[in-house]
């Protein structure tokens, strides 16, 4: 396990669907199931990453181009925040990859 107070960063839901604590990013059995081609809110939750911090969201389909996109600025305390990210989801599986960059 990692020690306390240890930065991590997970997209919690999408499209309001929770995302589970240990996702498995299996293109095979997909963690989060959605029957819409709109665009979708990721929510993002994060701890002891300082608060301001845009979290970037890779997403990478089974077929079709890489997408990249921001985050809103995290909001809270440096102990739990949150942000949110649109997306447009292509058809077909996508696995998501959520990174935070900051200066101490």
Do not use: C, M
Request: proline residues 13%.
């Amino acid at each position: 396990a990692p020690p306390p107070n240890t930065p991590t960063v997970r997209v919690v839901s999408v499209a309001g669907v929770p995302v589970p604590a240990r996702p498995s990013g299996s293109f095979v059995l997909p963690d989060v199931t959605l029957n819409e081609a709109t665009a979708v809110t990721l929510a993002i939750e994060a701890h002891f990453i300082p608060v301001g911090t845009i979290v970037k969201l890779t997403l990478t389909p089974e077929t079709g181009p890489v997408q990249t996109v921001d985050s809103t600025p995290l909001s809270g305390t440096l102990e739990s925040s949150t942000a949110t990210a649109t997306v447009t989801l292509p058809a077909g599986f996508s696995r998501a990859y959520v990174q935070a960059s900051w200066t101490p």
